[in-house]
C-alpha cells in the first residue's frame, strides 16, 4: 500500500479515535475538571515518551498563546460534553472556523473573502439552532461551554498559524501541562478508584489524546489539507452515534438540523477554498 493510502487511513483513524472522546468521558464517574486534568497528565507523559527528540518549549507569544488556548479547549470541552449531549458538545465546538475566518484580518492580515460571509452566516445559523431544543440549567451552560470550545479551538489555530515554525506538539504538551495546573485542587480529591475510571482515563489519556496525535503528525505530513479535513469530518459524525449506542444518549432534533447545517458548511467551504 503507498505512503498516501496508508496515510489516508491513517487519517480516518484518527477521526474515529477522536470521536470515542465522547463516550468515554460521558462514562467516567468524574466530575470534569478531574476527568480532563488526569487525561492531561497521561496525555502528557505519553507525548513526552514519544516526540522527546523533537520538542521545543522555548517560549514565545504564539506557542504561549497556542498552549493557553489549547488548555482551554480541553477543559471546556470535557465540561461540556458532561454538561450538555455530546452532539452539542461537538458540533458546536466544530463552528471554530467562523471564529478563524472573523479574526484572521485582525490577527494575520490575512483577508476574509466575500463568498466567507456567506459561510459564516449559515454556521452561525446552524449553530443558533441548538438553543432552540428545550434545554436544562446544565444543558445551557453545556452549549455555551462548547461554543467556548469552538472560540479556544479558533484560537489554537491562530496562533499556531502565527508562529508556523514552532513546534505544535510542544505546544499540545505545554496545554496538557497547564490544563493539569488548573485541575489540580481536584486530583487529589478524585483519585480513580474504580476499574471503569482507570480503564476509562488510561484510554483517554494514552490512546484518544496520546496516541492519535502521533497517528496525526504521521499523515498530516502525508496528505492534502482538503483530504486530511474531509476525513476529520468523521469525527463529528461518529461521536453523537457512539454515545447514542454506548450510552442511550440522544441529540434533539433541532440540534440534529443545526449539526447537519454546520457540518455542511465548514466542508463546503473546505471544499470551496481549497484553492
Request: charged content about 10%; overall charge positive.
Amino acid at each position: 500500500m503507498r505512503d498516501d493510502a496508508r496515510a489516508a487511513w491513517g487519517m480516518a483513524a484518527t477521526a474515529f479515535l477522536w470521536s470515542t472522546g465522547g463516550l468515554a468521558i460521558k462514562l467516567v464517574p468524574l466530575s470534569p475538571m478531574a476527568v480532563a486534568g488526569w487525561r492531561s497528565l497521561l496525555s502528557a507523559v505519553t507525548l513526552l515518551v514519544l516526540f522527546r527528540a523533537r520538542l521545543d518549549f522555548r517560549p514565545t507569544p504564539a506557542r504561549l498563546g497556542a498552549a493557553a488556548a489549547y488548555a482551554g479547549l480541553l477543559i471546556t470541552n470535557v465540561a461540556a460534553t458532561k454538561l450538555t449531549t455530546a452532539a452539542n458538545a461537538i458540533l458546536l465546538a466544530y463552528t471554530a472556523p467562523v471564529y478563524v475566518a472573523l479574526l484572521a484580518p485582525l490577527v494575520l492580515g490575512e483577508k476574509t473573502r466575500r463568498a466567507d460571509w456567506l459561510f459564516i452566516l449559515a454556521t452561525l445559523g446552524g449553530m443558533g439552532l441548538f438553543f432552540v431544543d428545550k434545554l436544562s440549567a446544565n444543558g445551557l451552560w453545556g452549549n455555551l461551554l462548547a461554543v467556548g470550545s469552538g472560540c479556544c479551538y479558533a484560537a489554537f489555530t491562530l496562533c499556531m498559524r502565527a508562529g508556523r515554525e514552532d513546534s505544535p506538539v510542544s505546544a499540545v504538551i505545554a496545554g496538557h501541562g497547564l490544563t493539569v495546573v488548573a485541575a489540580l485542587p481536584f486530583l487529589a480529591g478524585q483519585v480513580p478508584d474504580s476499574a471503569l475510571a482507570v480503564v476509562g482515563l488510561g484510554y483517554l489519556g494514552i490512546v484518544q489524546q496520546g496516541l492519535s496525535l502521533a497517528l496525526y503528525v504521521w499523515c498530516i505530513k502525508r496528505l492534502p489539507a482538503l483530504t486530511a479535513m474531509l476525513l476529520l469530518t468523521l469525527e463529528p459524525i461518529v461521536n453523537p452515534l457512539l454515545v447514542a449506542v454506548g450510552y442511550g444518549e440522544l441529540p434533539g432534533t433541532w440540534a440534529m438540523v443545526g449539526g447537519l447545517v454546520v457540518v455542511a458548511a465548514v466542508t463546503l467551504r473546505g471544499v470551496l477554498g481549497r484553492g
